[in-house]
């Protein structure tokens, strides 16, 4: 697939994986609308995407919504379709995480998290996708987690909502192949973003013992493999070994990992 002059949007296109990929975009010659809540680092990231755009005719849009609430998200992208016209692929990396024990996370981060992630992504979808039925072509990426596929221990609030992702994924890529639309659903490990910063502000250290046994990407590299993938109309994309193998035999290996962690966190509890 060539990029070029091709029309996408990006929810949490702002910073992270999705600002990551926007550039990368931008530099193989896409016409871009990134979404997200903040208007002045969405400015920041547009001067970025601009600085090394393939050509000055590319277009650079930045809109303010929060994708959590319905009626944001649907006009933002009802705007973003104004701006660009035909909408070519639509990206969906906006999302939130916020680790800590069960019973010490608020229910309101619950309902928060999953507002974000799942709902700020169907509701997106929803909107985008009469204009791609209509223009009988169009490509559905989402960005779930390496904790959409397996739960980890501190992740009671975030790994739910990236598991609805993959269903949500799985089920719509069979109904929306015949209508010309390709679906995708991305795993990315751990990667050095804001947000990751963030969570390890909460992160019990149970979860920094299991998670720390893996060096984070950088967003560079894994927009690099998106970008491949949609390339390739891959439905799953697993950047590197352990998320392939994760993603590949992740109900087989279940077992085994939980005993790995069990003992990581024993040690921890001493």
Not at 51 to 70: C, E, P
Request: neutral net charge; aromatic residues 6%; hydrophobic residues 40%.
């Amino acid at each position: 697939m060539i990029f070029n002059q091709t029309n996408i949007i990006i929810t949490g296109g702002s910073s992270g994986i999705g600002k990551a990929t926007a550039q990368l975009l931008a530099s193989l010659g896409a016409n871009l609308t990134i979404i997200a809540r903040n208007q002045t680092t969405l400015d920041q990231a547009q001067t970025e995407i601009e600085a090394v755009k393939l050509s000055q005719n590319q277009k650079i849009f930045t809109l303010s919504a929060d994708v959590s609430l319905r009626e944001e998200a649907e006009n933002s992208i009802k705007k973003a379709i104004k701006l660009l016209g035909n909408v070519d692929i639509l990206i969906l990396s906006a999302g939130m995480a916020h680790p800590g024990y069960f019973q010490d996370v608020p229910l309101e981060i619950f309902e928060q998290t999953m507002a974000v992630n799942y709902w700020g992504s169907l509701y997106c979808i929803r909107e985008v996708l009469p204009t791609m039925i209509q223009q009988k072509q169009g490509k559905i990426v989402l960005i779930s987690s390496g904790a959409g596929l397996i739960g980890i221990y501190g992740y009671t609030a975030y790994s739910p909502t990236k598991f609805a992702l993959r269903g949500l994924a799985e089920s719509l890529r069979g109904e929306l192949k015949p209508l010309g639309i390709q679906v995708s659903i991305v795993y990315p490990p751990d990667t050095n973003t804001p947000q990751l910063l963030a969570e390890n502000q909460t992160k019990p250290s149970e979860t920094k013992a299991i998670t720390g046994t893996v060096k984070p990407w950088e967003p560079e590299d894994i927009a690099q493999e998106i970008i491949k993938g949609i390339k390739n109309n891959d439905f799953a994309i697993a950047p590197g070994l352990e998320m392939k193998l994760l993603n590949s035999l992740h109900s087989l290996l279940f077992p085994l990992l939980n005993r790995y962690f069990d003992h990581l966190i024993q040690k921890i509890k001493g």
